[in-house]
């Protein structure tokens, strides 16, 4: 057998002992597996992205990692500083949320964006003495708005396009 035999074989035997013998989870082993057998250069890239159902959705968890990278660096503590400030009145606040909210969201997926905007909204709403309920069926809308401009925005335009593409 070839080397790359070998490594195949190597890997899915690991993957089923760590799936059967540790608490890690079966989605992380097995795309752990996949990504050896990709950066190995076993599998290219069209070959490794087969399996999945549609090549959109897996552009939405890309955007996931993205979206967290944004959170973990401080991203959405400078927006809420910075970006929404002090608002005057309910107004004021609604708008100082949609209009980064909706940009956002037409250049990453809107399910991240909502995600990742509502932990800081209920913090800056409880600091500012707003609402949340009127706060978080705007950045909804304006989330869903702003993703209808381009085609990495919503889940649905990647899902159309990957059936038009096929």
């Not at 809308?141 to 990495?152: D, E, H, K, M």
Request: glycine letters at 8%; one cysteine or more.
């Amino acid at each position: 057998m070839a080397w790359e035999a070998w490594l195949t074989l190597s890997v899915v035997v690991a993957c089923f002992a760590i799936m059967a013998l540790t608490w890690v989870s079966p989605d992380i082993v097995m795309a752990a597996g996949l990504t050896v057998l990709l950066l190995s250069g076993v599998l290219e890239p069209v070959e490794a992205l087969a399996g999945f159902a549609n090549q959109g959705m897996l552009t939405v968890a890309v955007l996931y990692v993205v979206v967290s990278g944004l959170t973990e660096t401080g991203a959405v503590g400078w927006i809420v500083q910075h970006i929404l400030g002090r608002p005057r009145s309910e107004r004021q606040a609604q708008l100082r949320l949609m209009l980064p909210a909706a940009a956002f969201s037409a250049f990453l997926n809107n399910t991240p964006v909502v995600a990742v905007f509502v932990p800081a909204v209920k913090a800056w709403a409880r600091v500012n003495r707003l609402s949340l309920s009127r706060l978080l069926i705007p950045l909804s809308y304006a989330s869903i708005v702003g993703g209808t401009c381009t085609l990495i925005g919503t889940s649905t335009n990647l899902v159309v396009n990957g059936l038009l593409v096929d």
